[in-house]
């Protein structure tokens, strides 16, 4: 019991200070964005509704059992069935990341890109961090349709890119959540700057060397 607890009060100050440093650098802005963790017991810490990611209160946090139901804290936060579908198709990841950041949901209403892999292996870090993005397709907010459609993308991807909303990021760790999200929305930013130019991104065989690395 008081390894839970240990471990329990650990990542509830660990997800306040992401959310901090998130909100800090201007990834997330007002009560957007939203970040869980999965406990070795299989419940899960996440953030409330209506929360600022940079004024999160650690003992507030709310914590859900494997089935998304409430056993303490504030009323998570109202898209918690995504982070928990994402946790049914991946096992092995234990966080999971969702923002709202400009470039990422930029690159969410652009045309013509593909949608299987919205953007290009610009750089060995993208690749290793994040590698394919696919995208799904637009939801209203709150409309469990979406979670389906999260799940068809999920199981192949830990990164997918929700169509006019913004990424939605899994991890084995937080911090692999949180350093994944960031890269994708750095590689956003770049590829906007690079729009109007000829690039010249990774190869097929240097990005498939990086992800058997």
């Known amino acids: 019991m008081t390894a839970q607890i240990s471990e329990q009060t650990r990542m509830r100050d660990r997800i306040a200070a992401v959310g ?11 009560s957007t964005g939203n970040i869980s963790v999965r406990l070795s017991d299989g419940t899960v810490l996440m953030t409330p509704t209506n929360a600022s990611l940079g004024a999160l209160d650690p003992e507030r946090l709310s914590l859900v059992d494997s089935n998304g139901q409430h056993l303490d804290g504030d009323k998570p936060t109202k898209e918690a069935f995504l982070h928990m579908c994402v946790y049914c198709q991946r ?3 234990d966080a999971v990341v969702h923002l709202h950041s400009t470039h990422s949901v930029a690159i969410s209403v652009m045309e013509g890109l593909d949608p299987d892999d919205l953007l290009p292996p610009l750089t060995a870090y993208y690749v290793m961090r994040v590698g394919r993005l696919p995208l799904v397709p637009y939801y209203a907010p709150g409309d469990t349709a979406l979670a389906r459609a999260v799940e068809e993308r999920v199981g192949h991807s830990h990164a997918v890119l929700l169509a006019n909303h913004g990424p939605i990021v899994a991890g084995k760790t937080l911090e692999e959540a949180q350093y994944a999200t960031e890269e994708l929305e750095e590689t956003a930013r770049l590829f906007m700057l690079l729009k109007d130019y000829r690039i010249r991104p990774l190869t097929k065989e240097q990005a498939d060397a990086l992800r058997k690395a």
């Open 20 to 30: 901090k440093s998130i909100f800090d650098r201007g990834l997330t802005f007002g």
């Open 91 to 93: 096992p092995h990841s």
